[in-house]
């Protein structure tokens, strides 16, 4: 970014600050214990924390049977982060690593990529990852961070409920309700790397109706290239929203839907003939749900989403794609048992314009995706529960699959929980494994597989969860993960993608909170991981040491301090280690980061974050022709609340 840019925004920022603060001046009062709320939760409290993930009714923290992390909106704001991403590097079991100004690989349990296929993500209901190559391409994901509920973080298989894909683990954010993101809420953020703008209203309607609307702006500067040369990363994003909700008694309507746009600097011309340009991203998403709640504690949902994508790459592919998507869920008690039923449909549709390097044949598909689940819960004896669940997903490519799942839960007493679980989980062929050239026929190098299977994984987990002294809560777990079907090569060119690797991973991980004093809370956890990849009897396999199946730090590891230095303001410091990556030239690294908040006055809250502060650049992910390097980092914000 030149200097009369960064003037220019830099005078945005301020002309920004001080409107708003003008503002601020005549607005209604509201004391400021509404407003330095800093821990929303008591250690106490934080066992009972409602999710859903876990079977898809609402139960307490403490009585699910899963390896399980909860990032609350109070855990959000304290941070200081301003993407998504960002966000998931609170959960200590997920392994989250920036590839450039936009981009990131991020998973669970192993097998990390820009392209990981392993791992399923949910807003609010609605699948993002994409059928082109079962991964998520995470500059395309937005949301107002504010608005974010909480998000749930499960380490494991969630397929009998969530369905392919849902392998090593299920990450599912939730937003507001409209009724709780009521008032004006202007923020803005301006620093060395990254500005953005954000505003939303909330309001409603009739006698039960709510609304809310936003629209936000972000800009990023970009990354540094190991060589000193210019990636041309840089990227703008510009994205819009809304959602109502209404209704009273046994009935309840949501209706919601975004739209965003966003693109890179324009990236030259290669050789002095073929224009790279942009990476270019667009699309829009629309969701209703319909929830009925009957006298005897039983619940119905019907769910249906259409999201549309856009991605224009001329160097890698160029897909444009509609989804749809609806879905059933019945959940009622049957005596001593908790029965969660249903079934869906998702059509998918797809038309890829070839790239400098990748070309899928056919250029456009039609997929279909069906389903039906069931899962009970219930006592088998005092203080002992099993759950028994069983998916079936029918896809266009492997036909009938079938998701089991077992689960045994003991409670020794009210704030203890030993769990063990047995899943069976695939992850189905998507467009890339099928469809893929590199480059296009007939000098292919990598062709798609025409015989490519689900790689299957037989999962097996044993828990404890728990709270001592009223002034710790604590979980460990440990994961034995026996694969069959990996993605691999053949030898001999052109490489055809096979499934003829083996694997075996297992590993343990951690996590615990705990309040050292009133108004101080200490946060831990890490993850050790260990694989074992193996080309099965009798064949020949390529991707044994590859970047896509063998990429992973042996361990990683977090502690976060948060400190309510007065009652309006809080200091948050925060140290990551990760471990070096195995086939990748990325040294471990240790991260450290601050975030200061200070609520100046009724309605006006100002900080100051920064990130990698513990040294002035450092390597995340990358191979030796295109690693990135992250830079230190640091920017002021505003937030104005009415």
């Known amino acids: 970014m030149n200097t009369h840019s960064r003037i220019k925004s830099a005078t945005h920022f301020v002309a920004i600050l001080i409107t708003t603060y003008l503002g601020c001046s005549v607005c209604r009062a509201q004391s400021l214990s509404e407003k330095t709320d800093i821990f929303s939760l008591s250690i106490e409290d934080l066992l009972n924390i409602k999710v859903v993930s876990v079977s898809k009714q609402s139960q307490p923290l403490s009585t699910a049977a899963a390896s399980i992390y909860v990032i609350t909106q109070k855990d959000i704001r304290n941070s200081g982060a301003t993407t998504i991403p960002e966000v ?6 997920l392994h989250v690593t920036q590839i450039n100004a936009s981009q990131y690989a991020i998973s669970t349990r192993g097998f ?3 392209a990981s296929n392993k791992l399923l993500v949910l807003m609010d209901g609605r699948t993002i990852y994409s059928p082109l190559f079962s991964g998520v391409f995470w500059d395309q994901q937005d949301l107002m961070l504010e608005d974010v509920e909480r998000i749930e973080v499960i380490s494991g298989p969630g397929a009998t409920l969530w369905g392919s894909n849902a392998v090593n683990g299920v990450i599912n954010i939730i937003t507001r309700r409209a009724a709780d993101s009521s008032g004006w809420l202007a923020a803005a953020h301006a620093g060395n790397f990254e500005r953005g703008v954000r505003t939303r209203y909330g309001g409603s309607f009739g006698d039960t109706g709510h609304f809310k609307v936003y629209g936000k702006v972000r800009d990023t500067d970009n990354s540094l290239r190991f060589d000193g040369g210019n990636p041309h990363d840089a990227f703008r994003n510009v994205q819009a929203g809304f959602r109502t909700d209404w209704g009273a008694g046994r009935d309840f309507f949501t209706l919601q839907g975004d739209t965003y746009d966003g693109h890179t600097e324009d990236r030259g011309v290669f050789a002095n003939v073929l224009a790279l340009g942009d990476i270019s991203v667009s699309g829009t998403n629309l969701l209703t749900r319909w929830q009925r ?5 039983s619940n119905l949902q019907v769910q249906a989403y259409w999201d549309y994508t856009k991605r224009r790459d001329v160097v890698l592919f160029q897909p444009r794609a509609d989804i749809f998507d609806i879905e059933l869920q019945h959940s009622l008690p049957l005596g001593q ?17 070839p790239g400098l390097f990748a070309v899928f044949v056919p250029d456009s598909r039609t997929l279909e995706w069906k389903n039906l689940f069931i899962q009970d819960e219930f006592a088998l004896i005092d203080k002992v529960k099993a759950t028994l669940g069983i998916k079936l997903e029918h896809n266009d490519y492997t036909g009938l699959e079938y998701l089991p799942t077992a689960r045994l839960a003991w409670s020794p007493s009210e704030k203890s929980l030993l769990w063990t679980a047995y899943s069976r989980a695939v992850r189905a062929p998507s467009r890339y494994d099928r469809d893929v050239y590199y480059p296009a026929p007939p ?6 597989g025409p015989n490519f299977e689900s790689e299957v994984a037989n999962v097996f987990a044993l828990g404890y969860r728990g709270q001592a002294w009223n002034r710790l809560v604590y979980s460990a777990t440990a994961y034995y993960h026996d694969w069959d079907k990996l993605r691999s090569g053949t030898p001999i060119l052109p490489l055809e993608i096979e499934n003829n690797i083996e694997a075996k991973v297992y590993g343990i991980e951690l996590w615990a909170t705990y309040e050292l004093l009133p108004g101080w809370r200490i946060s831990s956890g890490g993850a050790r991981f260990n694989n074992e990849l193996r080309v099965k009897p009798g064949t020949n396999a390529l991707g044994l040491r590859s970047d896509i199946l063998s990429n992973d730090p042996k361990y990683q590891a977090q502690l976060r301090s948060s400190w309510q230095a007065t009652d309006n303001s809080l200091l948050e410091v925060s140290v990551r280690h990760v471990a070096k990556l195995s086939n990748q030239p990325i040294p471990a690294y240790t991260a450290l980061d601050m975030h200061y908040a200070w609520q100046v006055a009724k309605q006006l809250e100002l900080s100051i974050t920064g990130r990698n502060l513990a040294d002035k650049r450092h390597r995340e992910f990358g191979n030796s022709t295109s690693v990135n390097d992250i830079q230190r980092m640091a920017w002021l914000a505003i937030t104005w609340r009415q």
Do not use: C, F, K, T
């Open 337 to 353: 048992h908790r029965v969660v039923w249903g079934g869906g449909y998702r059509h998918g549709r797809d038309d890829v314009n």
């Open 88 to 93: 998931l590097r609170l959960a200590p079991q």
């Open 293 to 297: 709640r009957y006298e005897d504690g």
């Open 443 to 448: 000098n292919s190098i990598v062709i798609g």
């Open 112 to 114: 990390n990529s820009a």
